[in-house]
Nanobody
Framework: QVRLIESGGGSVQAGGSLTLSCAAT?????????MGWFRQAPGKEREGVAA?????????YYADFVNGRFTISLDSAKNTLYLQMSSLKPEDAAMYYC??????????????????WGQGTQVTVSS
């Protein structure tokens, strides 16, 4: 059974930083894998934030709104995915979800391509 457990969310002021973690069990990253971070704010659709796939995480995706502020990384030994977020803005406030699967194709960073999802961790950014 695959489980993805997110942690690291919280409340910060604008300009602050947070690091999200996603510990995976029952899912082991390999060359065909993809993992990503997605977010959903109230009344909005879930959207991709950052994703990683390929051997050693050779392919990365960042949404345009990230604009160099976030970094996705994978610790294969710990089977844990991270999202380092800095220069946070109020519009970054959302529930952040970790997802895993074997996404392929040109739009592999879209939520529909991911099979497994965590419960989410809340990020709140005050102005």
């Amino acid at each position: 059974q695959v489980r993805l457990i997110e942690s690291g969310g919280g409340s910060v002021q604008a300009g602050g930083s947070l690091t999200l973690s996603c510990a995976a069990t029952g899912y082991y990253y390999n060359s065909a894998s993809s993992m990503g971070w997605f977010r959903q704010a109230p009344g909005k659709e879930r959207e991709g934030v950052a994703a990683i796939r390929g051997t050693g995480g050779s392919q990365l995706y960042y949404a345009d709104f990230v604009n160099g502020r976030f970094t996705i990384s994978l610790d294969s030994a710990k089977n844990t995915l991270y999202l380092q977020m800095s220069s946070l803005k109020p519009e970054d406030a959302a529930m952040y979800y970790c997802a895993a699967g074997w996404a392929n194709g040109g739009r592999w960073y879209e939520p529909i391509h991911y099979n497994y999802w965590g419960q989410g961790t809340q990020v709140t950014v005050s102005s």
